[in-house]
Nanobody, 124 residues
């Protein structure tokens, strides 16, 4: 089992920045990559970004490319999502997830473990 705990959400204004953290514990060796997803009110959960624990290869959705950066700290078993130039449409609950597969996994069904989510609200 892998336990994931997100933190760092909050209420910000458009144009502001926010950094989310996801701390992994438990049998983390079973996880090869981490991802961030989000679910906006009334919408399906969507892929945001992913990073491979070993290679550091990253991949982003088109909607956040150039504004968001996913990073990792292997020593702390922690993944971060730096969000810059936030827009009201970025408002959502953000979830981190762990997958046994490699990087560039865009589908939520490919992830084995999920955190509880953290709310990000961007006001205009």
């Amino acid at each position: 089992q892998v336990q994931l705990v997100e933190s760092g959400g909050g209420l910000v204004q458009a144009g502001d920045s926010l950094r989310l953290s996801c701390a992994a514990s438990g049998r983390t060796i079973s996880s090869n990559a981490m991802g961030w997803f989000r679910r906006a009110p009334g919408k399906e959960r969507e892929f945001v970004a992913t990073i491979d624990w070993t290679s550091g290869v990253t991949y982003y959705s088109d909607s956040v490319k150039g504004r968001f950066t996913i990073a990792k700290d292997n020593a702390k078993n922690t993944v971060y999502l730096q969000m810059n130039s936030l827009k009201p449409e970025d408002t959502a609950v953000y979830y981190c997830a762990a997958t046994r597969y490699g990087s560039r996994r865009l589908m939520s069904g490919e992830y084995d473990y999920w955190g509880q989510g953290t709310q990000v609200t961007v006001s205009s």
